[in-house]
């Protein structure tokens, strides 16, 4: 049922992946039909690869991030032969209450939801919570993860400040006394108590974290820890910042708003800060618009309202009818300075606005920054965004403003495998005043409906877009898109009724990631290989275990190896019938596309947010909402979580503690690299 309801919350609990994925993209921009066409294993392109790759040599990224001599040392040498890099024991699919990661392995609990993170933050108790204390303490359902090295500038792999989305809330297993109708019964039992808590559990959080003879702990004391929540005051930067479209009653200068919502995937960025993807932001917008007014079709067009939560019944600005700009203020990624606690986050609308999954930057020898982002709906774009700034690693005051300035494209990918990255100027390719776009700003706040005008290909709901630094490649990972008919696939996106997801790869031409044009290819596609009416494509060798289904958020290693994590929704019972988890995926040489079962999450859960330390000898995980999705289909439950009876109470497993989404680190009991 993935995405079949248009509101959050039916007779069944409807979790994010259903919210994500309405599909309201009306334009008809060409899919090409050419399934034959398809592009994996396509020798011809290989070959073009490899003469790119030795190009790149020459204009390729600076690899920035981590990378330490010792793990380059261990490199394993999976290109040239045919033995697994990944040398651990794969588990098995399956669900339970709780988690399982490959033996030899350790998996620890390091932040749970209201574990404290400011001085004077109480002790979590469920029975007593209030926004006061919420908004002291860790929040809600941890989506993206980002480690940041102490002391800034350093590589240090053992200490640093860990960097957490908080995406959403489910106040149904967060909350005593309450339903799964609640939106159904117009939200009869959530009171302005229970509104106000939400709102202090969304944001994100900063917490000093550090690795003491062998495991990881939080600070809970440490002057970096910060809490950002939906009322946090945010500065809003770039070309849209002041513009009438961005002003409110309560904030006329269209530039200060208050919070950042449904913060998902993000990204590091070279000089130490935060990038935090709002996505589906339509859901905390309620009220409805007339159909005359000026904002209608960009709202229709993004979703708004939504209607999801209450929070319009207590604040004026989370109703249109009574602040009908608020909600263009929102769906922006959000930077973060997590070295200084007391900076306001900025929103970067040169990076423009839709539903961000994820922003992953690499910056090229000569220091221009590029970004690469996703919509996470159906039928959304792939986006990339090429500063105008350059960096320098001498200045980092001035790196902070790097992404106030740039050209925003969006992705055309063709079934003869190229990509074509279409800028979106005003003023160019049809983006005109008669068209709606009278100025730039109206271009990046309404970036969609300029971004349909282009003609950009519509995706499989593209999730995290990650760069492969040791590869100079990046992947588009495209989670599911059950709304895809027979004549609307494409090469790209080659299934209809895609319950499953794919993942992309795009090799820019020269290794130049500034450049226009790029090639694409298929890396694998989700779901059973073994089934011949899914379709899954993986290496041969791909065991039982091996496969997965709508993969999400992914991280590379230092190796150029993907760990992928899932989030199958509601459907995991039909698109795989094992719990979402972490699988670790060969990226190169002859076992290409083979992959392999990590790691396991509770029932209920999805995999958020898997962020390597520097040395790759820890990984950081988001398991977010445990107990919710599709639960009714697990069989020892076989109904819809409730506060009072839950499907699983992990990671406490106390009595009546509820579940709580928590960020694990993994690690191996002999202190390697993972993996090796
Ligand atoms: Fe919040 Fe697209 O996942
Ligand atoms: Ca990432
Ligand atoms: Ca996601
Ligand atoms: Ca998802």
Known sequence: MNGEETTRKGTKYLTFDSQEDIGINPTSNPTLGDVLNERIGRRGLIGGMLASSALSALVGPVALFGGSAEAEAATPKAAAGSAPSFRFEEIAHGVDETHHVAPGYDVNVLIRWGDPVLPGAPAFDPMKQTAAA???????????????????????????????????????????????????ANFARMTKDLADIEIAAHGGSVVEVRKVKGKWTYDPTSKYNRRITGETECRITGPAAGHPLMRTAADPTGTVVRGMLNNCAGGMTPWGTWLSAEENINGYFWGKLADDHKNAAAFKRYGIPGGWYNWGAYHDRFDVTKEANEANRFGWIVEIDPYNPTSAPR??????????????????????????????????YVYKFVAAKK?????????????????????????????????????????????????????????????????????????????????DTVYVVLTNNNKRK??????????????????????????????????????????????????????????????????????????????????????????????????????????????????????????????????????????QHPATDGVDQYKPFGKLSTFEEPATRWPDFKPGMPPRPSVIVITKKDGGVLGL
Not at 145 to 166: E, I, Q, R, V, Y
Not at 352 to 361: D, Q, Y
Not at 394 to 419: C, H, M, P, Q, W
């Open 134 to 184: 919420q908004a002291t303490q860790f929040g809600y359902n941890n989506d993206f993860n980002g480690f940041a090295p102490l002391p800034l500038g350093s590589k240090s792999a053992d200490h640093g400040l860990l960097c957490t989305n908080h995406e959403y809330t489910d106040e149904e297993v967060m909350f005593p006394g309450l339903n799964g109708e609640q939106q159904k």
């Open 486 to 623: 027979p004549e609307q696939v494409d090469a790209a996106n080659p299934r209809a009724v895609n319950e499953w997801g794919q993942i992309l790869e795009i090799t820019p031409n020269d290794g130049d990631h500034t450049a226009t044009k790029a090639t694409w290819k298929m890396l694998l596609r989700g779901g059973n290989p073994k089934d011949a009416k899914v379709g899954g494509q993986y290496h041969a060798d791909t065991s039982a275990n091996g496969w997965f289904a709508c993969p999400d958020n992914v991280a590379v290693d230092n190796h150029g190896r993907l760990w992928v994590g899932t989030d199958q929704g509601e459907n995991w019972a039909k698109a795989s019938g094992t719990a979402d988890g972490i699988w670790a995926v060969e990226t190169d040489g002859e076992l290409r596309g083979l992959s392999r079962m990590f790691y396991r999450n509770p029932v209920g859960a999805e995999i958020c947010g898997p962020f390597f330390t520097p040395d790759d000898k820890a990984l950081f995980i988001s398991v």
């Open 391 to 471: 960096y320098d690693p001498a200045n980092r005051a001035a790196n902070l403003g790097i992404l106030d300035e740039g050209t925003l494209y969006a992705g055309k990918f063709g079934a003869d495998g190229s990509v074509t990255w279409m800028p979106l100027v005003q003023g160019q390719n049809g983006l005109t005043a008669e068209k709606g776009f009278p100025d730039q700003a109206t271009v990046l706040i309404n970036a969609r409906l300029a971004a349909d005008i282009l003609g950009a290909t519509k995706m499989d709901r593209p999730e995290d877009v990650e760069i492969n630094l040791k590869k």
């Open 347 to 380: 929103k970067r609308t040169a990076l423009g606005r839709f539903k961000h999954e994820a922003c992953n930057v690499v910056v090229m020898k000569d220091r221009t920054v590029v970004a690469y982002m996703g919509d996470d709906e159906r039928f959304e």
